[in-house]
């Protein structure tokens, strides 16, 4: 399992056929162990990376630091599925240290970011305080380094 | 300069296939390498990132001959952990520029002019002129695909004379991939004592063995003392350009070499010993990552390969595929040739490994699987224009 899942974690794209010669499986066998880890939620989605700049696409990403005050019966996963399902928040997680929840929030300008931030977040009634800091540039995301990568420049024939 | 001052062990070692073939490619562009002979990861960041810090630290000195005591102690380390045997790290390791430096070292120290060297084949390039420019003969030995390229004691045998001064054991293989087994190793160590031979065991590919576990030559009993290992960091570590290996040995092999190496070389560079020092405290890691990588690569390469009806024994260690292509007809060089000008894949003839080689390509699976997929893709077409297609053979 953990040698498909290795594999599918570089390169989703890429066919039970091949895994299977990798692997020394059948075909079959990694296409049902496949099923089996997509239908466990092992497997949650197959996704792209991609370079928005790059793209010519302008996008502005910022992460929220949010303080929060818990009500009786309302912990922080209630709170958190509550801000979850806002689709201009693309990450949140409960972080140790001064604050609760850190949140990671897309939108078209800084002006969209600030706007939700002061109208949908802080406006929460758990909401006891938030910390926006801007993001300036992406250098690496999920483990993929988004500057050029570095290069080997191997001679095309050696012994 | 006239050539008249060149001497004659020079002017006689023909130039290198692999020079010649490299001359070729490199006139061309989009080119898919499969010609390539070290691994396609670059340096992992925490070994470059030892050699940078020393040299912030202004690490720029000599160090001893022999290499950095501290170095010299995690080999021995490492060989009495992976291997049960135990060298001194005061003066049964010399730490050198490279496996190839080893080499020249250990054979430079073993060879009385006119002494023989056995070298089985297909080999490593450098071997032969090696033995040659020490004043050597070295004696090739053909092994053979039936065999899985794994040399035997018998062949060895007949080919040992009066003469007869020390084999060359070099396993995983460079081209073939072939590995041989413990029992082949002993069968070649009785061998070795009863004709009283030093046995230089190249083994910079022993981290690259695929199924069972490698078996180092100097562990077989009775063989530390005559046994010189090479072995180094361009393989595992994917190092190559830092140019670091190291001798294991007898107290009194290794000082030989280390004569040699004291006036020729003086000591390997210290940024490269501080980077090889990270590998052996950090590293496992990272190789294993790699290595992983080249066994999914090699099956793919491997099935690939006999998918198209061009024989190809499945490797054992290293990272190349050596497959036939004797159904063509055509000789390894033409179809290099030819595969290189239709379709833009280099490969390397197999015969600049030796005369067996012949009828056989050298190709490295160090490269991406993408880039494999497209070779593969390329040589099926290749194959289609010669009409060559043959069906897949059953596996």
């Known amino acids: 399992m953990k040698e498909i899942l290795d594999i599918l974690e570089n390169d989703p794209k890429i066919q039970p056929k091949e895994i299977a010669i990798m692997t020394g499986l059948t075909e079959a066998q990694v296409a049902s162990k496949i099923k089996e880890m997509e239908k466990k939620g092992i497997i949650r989605k197959y996704k792209t990376v991609i370079d928005w700049e790059k793209a010519g696409e302008e996008y502005v990403y910022a992460i929220i630091e949010l303080k929060v005050v818990l009500r009786s019966r309302t912990g922080y996963d209630t709170i958190a599925e509550r801000i979850a399902k806002f689709p201009e928040v693309v990450s949140v997680r409960l972080i140790s240290g001064g604050h609760d929840l850190s949140l990671t929030v897309r939108g078209k300008s800084m002006k969209d970011v600030a706007f939700f931030v002061a109208e949908k977040i802080a406006t929460l009634e758990q909401v006891q305080g938030t910390v926006t800091h801007f993001v300036l540039r992406t250098y690496k995301q999920d483990g993929d380094i988004l500057f050029e990568k570095e290069r080997s420049e191997r001679l095309p024939v050696s012994p | 300069m006239s050539d008249k001052f060149i001497t004659e062990a020079v002017r006689n070692i023909p130039p290198s296939g692999i020079r010649k073939f490299f001359d ?214 994917a190092m190559t350009g830092l140019r670091l290996g190291f001798a294991t040995g007898s107290k009194e092999l290794i000082g030989a070499m280390t004569k040699i190496h004291q006036y020729a070389m003086l000591c390997a560079p210290i940024t490269a010993q501080m980077g090889a020092v990270e590998a052996l405290k950090n590293g496992n890691g990272e190789m294993e990552k790699m290595i992983r990588e080249y066994d999914r690569r090699r099956r793919l390469i491997v099935d690939g390969l006999n998918k198209l009806g061009l024989d190809c024994f499945e490797p054992k260690g290293a990272f190349y595929a050596f497959p036939s292509i004797k159904i063509t007809g055509m000789t390894s060089e033409e179809f290099a040739g030819g595969l290189l000008k239709e379709e833009k894949v280099a490969v390397v003839p197999g015969n600049v490994f030796g005369d067996c080689g012949e009828g056989h390509l050298r190709c490295s699976y160090a490269t991406s699987r993408e880039q494999l997929v497209e070779a593969l893709g390329r040589i099926e077409s290749y194959l289609d224009k010669i009409s060559c297609k043959v069906p897949a053979r059953s596996s």
């Open chain 2, 24 to 237: 070729l490619v490199l006139e061309m562009e989009g080119v898919i390498s499969l010609g390539v002979g070290e691994p396609d990861f670059v340096t992992p960041w925490h070994i470059r990132e030892a050699c940078i810090y020393s040299l912030e630290k202004g690490f720029t000195s000599y160090t001893s001959n022999l290499g950095l005591l501290e170095l010299r102690e995690l080999i021995s380390k490492s060989y009495k952990k992976d291997y049960n045997v135990n060298y001194n790290p005061i003066n049964q390791i010399l730490v050198t520029t490279g496996v190839s430096e080893a080499a020249d070292l250990a054979f430079r120290a073993i060879i009385n002019p006119g002494d023989e060297v056995i070298v089985p084949e297909p080999s490593y390039v450098s071997y032969k002129p090696s033995v040659s420019l020490a004043g050597g003969i070295p004696v090739p030995v053909r092994t053979n695909r039936e065999n899985e390229f794994r040399v035997t004691a018998e062949q060895i045998e007949e080919s040992i004379t009066e003469n007869t001064k020390a084999l060359v054991l070099s396993y995983p293989n460079n081209p073939t991939g072939a590995v041989l087994r413990r029992k082949d190793l002993e069968e070649i160590a009785v061998l070795a004592n009863e004709y009283d031979l030093a046995v230089i065991s190249d083994e910079v590919y022993c981290k690259l063995t695929y199924d069972g576990l490698h078996t180092c030559f100097s562990s077989i009993p009775g063989m530390k003392e005559r046994t010189v290992i090479l072995n180094g960091f361009s393989k595992s570590h």
